[in-house]
């Protein structure tokens, strides 16, 4: 069975602009999912309901098949789904090739963010951007001239220096910065259901702080749906999660609301464990 925690309605105050779905809510379904890598089994029935204006933090033990539920969710080659489904708006994505996930909005910010030489952080946001628009039917593209002023916006948002837009994608960035970089990509690029996988690893106490409030700004301006990745409490301190998913050995074990982050850093997840096989 999916989940069904359900949210009040979003508060009506929320800031969102024009151009964006003022009443849509995109939902993100994942029913009994099972993945494995080789004979590896790895995901094992993972249910779970993601909607528009919603964050989730998912925390588990290492290993517990986090990053994999994102990477299978975005498409990785490297996974081979066996069981359960996914669905968009009700489009099943599991058969879609990444780009077009990433299309639907689909995001997911890389606990470890690749570099790529030789391309510009600004030129490949902006194509990215723009195929984003192209894929949903846009016919208007968003010129350098327009792209430039929003992205270093952005960059200002996450206290990013602008240089960082002439540089090649994540190439020579100290951990933090590669960081703040996967939050000015979600910026710019709007997803509907964004995954954050251990988006405060690697970053000092004031860096936290920045991306955190980058990640707030964004949501309140998009309304987003956020699965957020996390090991600690601290990063939940600045982004009040709706729901608290524990996973552990590919299922999500326990949901709670933010009581049970807090719990787990009090208690650990030895009680939590004891119980399953
Ligand atoms: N290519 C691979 N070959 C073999 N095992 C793999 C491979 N990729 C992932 N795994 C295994 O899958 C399991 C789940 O890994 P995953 O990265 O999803 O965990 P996680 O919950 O994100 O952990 P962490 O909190 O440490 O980031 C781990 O035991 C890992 O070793
Ligand atoms: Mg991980």
Do not use: D, F, V, Y
């Given at each position: 069975m999916p989940l069904t925690l359900t949210k009040p309605m979003?508060?009506?105050s929320k800031k969102i602009s024009s151009?964006?779905?003022?009443n849509k809510i995109d939902v993100l379904e994942i029913t009994n999912l099972h993945a494995n890598i080789g004979e590896l089994k790895i995901l094992n029935g993972i249910n779970l309901t993601i909607r528009s204006n919603e964050i989730h933090a998912i925390m588990g033990p290492n290993g517990s098949g986090k990053s994999t539920l994102c990477n299978v969710l975005m498409g990785h080659p490297k996974y081979e789904v066996t069981k359960g489904s996914a669905k968009f708006n009700g489009k099943?994505?599991?058969?879609?090739e990444p780009n077009e996930r990433a299309h639907l909005g689909l995001f997911l910010g890389f606990q470890n963010p690749l570099e790529i030489s030789g391309v510009s952080m600004g030129s490949f946001l902006r194509l990215a951007r723009n195929l984003n628009l192209k894929a949903n039917g846009e016919t208007k593209q968003i010129s350098p001239m327009e792209f430039m002023p929003m992205l270093k916006g952005t960059a200002n948002l996450l206290k990013m220096d602008e240089k960082f837009i002439t540089r090649s994608v994540n190439e020579g960035f100290s951990g933090g910065e590669k960081k703040r970089a996967e939050i000015v990509q979600m910026a710019v690029l709007q997803p509907k259901i964004a995954m954050l996988d251990e988006i405060d690893s690697g970053l000092d106490i004031d860096a936290l702080k920045i991306v955190a409030e980058g990640i707030v700004e964004t949501f309140k301006k998009n309304g987003m749906g956020i699965l957020l990745i996390t090991h600690y409490q601290r990063l939940l301190n600045y982004i009040t999660p709706d729901f608290v998913h524990i996973m552990a050995k590919g299922k999500i074990i326990q949901s709670g609301d933010k009581k049970l982050a807090k719990e787990l850093e009090k208690n650990g997840y030895e009680k939590i464990l004891k119980n399953i096989k």
């Open positions: 979003a508060k009506t151009h964006e779905r003022p099943e994505i599991l058969e879609l």
